[in-house]
């Protein structure tokens, strides 16, 4: 038996489900923690749990929200953990992580995509209580669905970017254009008609950059 576990919530939008995980981490005696977008991260909660005594934890990975990484993305998380703190047995979902597993770099990872446009989607309190979390997931499916990946269009989920009376809010650079209210149907026309087509929505809410012109 380890000497805890700890339930992994492994997408960024696992916030929408994370009342759910603590119920269930708490009714099975597990602590909850997050690959990422939130805290505690999986490499502070083995922190505190060492810092009990704890000489043994199982991670299980909870795959909720859309597109959650597979779980070798915890497995090189953990191992990259482990390799700092070898008196902690650490495994995933029962397999034991050897600290041989591939490191957090790659040489794919090294440069910018080479991308022409970037979408800021606001995953902020108020954003993500209005449908962030429905917004990204929109987008995501329109870009695929429309062949664009990470070299056309570089999605990146942000906190509170400020106009939250709009929520959900999102940003399409370099025309630094903003848009209010998007919901599913307003992510796939800006998919449509701006990264696809070229030019900004129209008839969308459009949030004021203070103290200039309107985009
Ligand atoms: S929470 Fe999205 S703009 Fe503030």
Redesign the pocket.
């Known amino acids: 038996m380890p000497d805890a576990v700890v339930m992994v919530a492994m997408g960024v939008d696992a916030e929408r489900h994370v009342d759910d995980l603590l119920d269930l981490a708490w009714a099975t005696g597990a602590t909850l923690a997050h690959l990422q977008g939130r805290d505690p991260s999986v490499a502070a909660e083995l922190d505190r749990l060492r810092a009990t005594g704890a000489t043994s934890v199982t991670l299980v990975p909870a795959s909720l929200g859309h597109r959650a990484p597979t779980r070798t993305w915890l497995r090189r998380i953990a191992a990259d953990w482990s390799r700092r703190h070898p008196d902690v047995r650490v495994d995933v979902a029962g397999r034991e992580v050897t600290g041989r597993e591939a490191p957090l770099t790659s040489a794919a990872w090294e440069h910018v995509p080479d991308h022409a446009r970037q979408v800021l989607v ?1 995953r ?5 209580a209005r449908g ?1 979390g429905e917004t990204a997931a929109a987008l995501d499916d329109a870009l695929t669905v429309r062949g664009l990946g990470d070299d056309d269009v570089l999605v990146t989920q942000t906190g ?5 009376n ?4 999102v940003v399409v650079h370099p025309e630094d254009t903003w848009y209010g209210r998007v919901g599913v149907p307003e992510a796939s026309r800006i998919v449509d008609e701006h990264l696809v087509g070229g030019e900004p929505v129209t008839g969308l809410e459009r949030p004021r950059v203070r103290g200039a012109a309107r985009r």
């Open positions: 606001c902020g309190p108020r954003c993500s962030a509170c970017l400020f106009p939250c709009h929520a959900p809010v």
